[in-house]
């Protein structure tokens, strides 16, 4: 029993031992586990690190960057800091930091952007300027450098944001201040004004409360002629990528120079280095081919707008600076929107007319060498497309010959090539052409101006500010017509009726304030309405919609309305509300106006100083005889067989 007993307590001894055997054992099987967790999960941080310098390097706006890039580990940056960036240009991330290669790739760029952008430069940073003993000048910095690199760091992750480079792991700068992210001293100002100095937004790839940019105090400040090497050279990587980009939206392939034509290098000089037509340049395709060209008849280059396609001819024999002419002068064609203000002119005289102007431009900024024999005059400078043409109709045989780009007697704005080419079309595709210059120009235009990158005439900036206005619509113009052909309405007093307060002073008689009778019956004008089955129902529920608001507004009592088709029915005097009920539209057969006309001014109930409006689609007479004000309105895209003397409105 007592060998039993102890042999079961050595028994249970030896469990004992075991046991705490075990726990050891356990413990260091932990232990070595969790160690080997670490490797992993360390391995997976540095080869996610990795990854995102790689992508970093293949970027190409930071691929010709370069830089000093250097890995450390949690206990120089801090456990909760990713990287930081010195004024010396180092970049220093943090090894045990744990994030996604696209996360890499986002702070790296971000410290990258900070010298860019030029974010250590004393020139760059808040403060005032002092006056030297030689009388120069000399910027001193002022400002909290915790409030400049928070900054700094939303500026920098907004522009990381929209070219949507890696994946940011700071908030959106936008959710804080929306409207004054447009440079880096607004954001600060910011900053200042809303006591920023203890928030908790996080913005940089620091610790909150920590900065990202170390070397803020002692600002760089560089010796006359050297500059930021840093931004100097992100100015060029950012020239070289929007040209590959410029080559792949192209349909170029992008790299190989050599497989590019002259008309497209050329293009890219647009790019690279004239901001005003940059935009357009990348825009439109330029197309060298001979078939095409020979089967369109274009001599030297031709633009088809529809298709955002620009065509030049190679066997012009055009050297480069010849093409940059014949490019640019195609550019602002489309941007100045040539195309669409013809509205019923002639479509090749307002070529010719639109062509004089642009290369009175183009001589006037430098731009290139002008062609022999193109479109030029001295003593058309400084007119408008619209001046030009009014001229040229006085002349219209003389002019009928001239030279354009495309070739004699042709305009070089088309949209009916044959055999379009048709490349580009996609390009364009859920933009509006319209939107897409203006804002190409535009933008364009304040870039130049801002950074002084060449003279730019005052008419061309004149054209190209107005497209950013909206336009008046034709209903407004309308009506300041029909104000300027009428008597002005003036109220005026009558013991006839008595006023409405005449209750409050029974002993005194108080007059009321009426229209004049003889000028309200006065305000009287004609209509003359194409009714053949060329002007659709809709165009004519258009247009007779507008003169009825029109009356109804100016008190105007009555209407005189004639229908018109291959003869004239003198519908009589109409009331805005019996035209706006129903009108019955009589006709719907040929179409001859004169008739109509001729029944208006010979009415001996008509006013002789009547004005007359005429409602057609444009295909009538050659000719009308009208001695009344009159004027014409017409569907948009249509026009006139002849030279109207009256004022010409388009519909929608």
Not at 205 to 210: G, P
Not at 391 to 405: C, H, V
Not at 437 to 465: D, K
């Amino acid at each position: 029993m007592l060998s039993g007993k102890k042999e079961k307590g050595h028994v249970r001894n030896g469990k004992e031992l075991l046991g705490n055997n075990g726990k050891e054992k356990e413990v260091a099987k932990q232990k070595k586990k969790n160690e080997r967790g670490q490797e992993i999960r360390k391995s997976v941080s540095e080869e996610n690190l990795l990854q995102g310098i790689a992508l970093y390097q293949e970027n190409p706006l930071f691929l010709k960057l370069g830089g000093y890039v250097y890995v450390r580990n949690t206990a120089m940056l801090g456990k909760k800091t990713a990287a930081i960036v010195n004024s010396g240009g180092q970049i220093f991330l943090n090894a045990d930091y744990r994030m996604t290669p696209m996360q890499w790739l986002n702070v790296i760029a971000h410290c990258q952007l900070h010298l860019a952008f030029g974010h250590f430069d004393a020139e760059k940073m808040p403060g005032y300027e002092i006056m030297k003993e030689d009388g120069g000048t000399e910027k001193k910095v002022a400002c909290n450098l915790y409030l400049w690199n928070m900054a700094c760091d939303m500026y920098v992750t907004k522009f990381l944001n929209d070219i949507k480079c890696g994946t940011s792991i700071s908030s959106n700068p936008e959710d804080i201040c929306r409207g004054s992210l447009m440079d880096e001293k607004s954001i600060y100002d910011y900053l200042v004004e809303n006591h920023f100095e203890n928030s908790m937004e996080y913005f940089g790839t620091a610790d909150i409360h920590l900065m990202d940019m170390q070397g803020l105090e002692h600002p760089k400040v560089y010796e006359p002629g050297r500059e930021n090497y840093h931004a100097r050279q992100f100015a060029f990587a950012l020239s070289y990528a929007v040209t590959d980009a410029v080559n792949v939206a192209g349909g170029y392939t992008a790299g190989h120079e050599e497989e590019l034509t002259k008309s497209q290098k050329t293009a890219g000089w647009f790019v690279n280095h004239y901001p005003l037509l940059g935009g357009m340049a990348s825009a439109f395709q330029v197309i060298e081919d001979y078939c095409f060209c020979i089967q369109n008849e274009i001599q030297v280059a031709a633009v088809n707008v529809m298709c955002g396609e620009i065509y030049v001819n190679p066997t012009a024999g055009l050297i480069e600076e010849e093409l940059k002419f014949v490019l640019a002068h195609e550019f602002l064609h489309v941007g100045l929107q040539h195309y669409a203000r013809c509205q019923g002119r002639d479509s090749y005289l307002w070529n010719v007319a639109c062509d004089y102007v642009i290369n009175s431009w183009l001589v006037d900024m430098g731009i290139g060498q002008m062609l022999e024999g193109v479109l030029y005059d001295e003593e058309l400078k400084n007119k408008s497309a619209e001046e030009i043409y009014d001229l040229m109709i006085g002349e219209m045989q003389s002019f009928r010959k001239m030279n354009t780009l495309r070739g004699y007697g042709k305009g070089d704005m088309a949209t009916d090539m044959t055999g379009s080419m048709n490349r580009s079309r996609s390009k364009l595709s859920g933009i509006e052409l319209d939107e897409l210059c203006r804002n190409a120009l535009q933008q364009g235009l304040e870039y130049q101006q801002v950074n002084q990158r060449g003279y730019i005439p005052a008419g061309l900036i004149e054209e190209i500010r107005a497209l950013s206005m909206p336009a008046i619509s034709w209903d407004v113009k309308l009506g300041r017509w029909f104000d300027e052909n009428f008597l002005t309405q003036e109220k005026k007093c009558s013991y006839a009726r008595p006023s409405r307060r005449q209750g409050a002073t029974p002993d005194i008689a108080r007059p009321r304030y009426v229209m004049d009778e003889i000028v309200r019956e006065g305000r009287a004008f004609g209509v003359v309405i194409d009714t053949s089955g060329s002007v659709s129902t809709r165009q004519l529920g258009t247009a007779l919609g507008s003169i009825v608001s029109y009356a109804v507004a100016k008190e105007v009592p009555f209407v005189r309305v004639v229908f018109c088709d291959a003869e004239a029915y003198d519908a009589g005097y109409m009331s805005p509300e019996i035209i706006a009920d129903r009108v019955e539209v009589k006709g719907r057969g040929g179409t001859k106006l004169q008739p109509g006309i001729n029944c208006l001014e010979q009415a001996k109930d008509f006013p002789k100083d009547g004005p007359i409006l005429i409602i057609t689609d444009g295909m009538i007479e050659n000719r009308l005889y009208i001695r009344h004000k009159h004027a014409y309105l017409l569907p948009k895209g249509n026009r006139l067989p002849f030279k109207a003397s009256g004022k010409i409105f388009y519909f929608e």
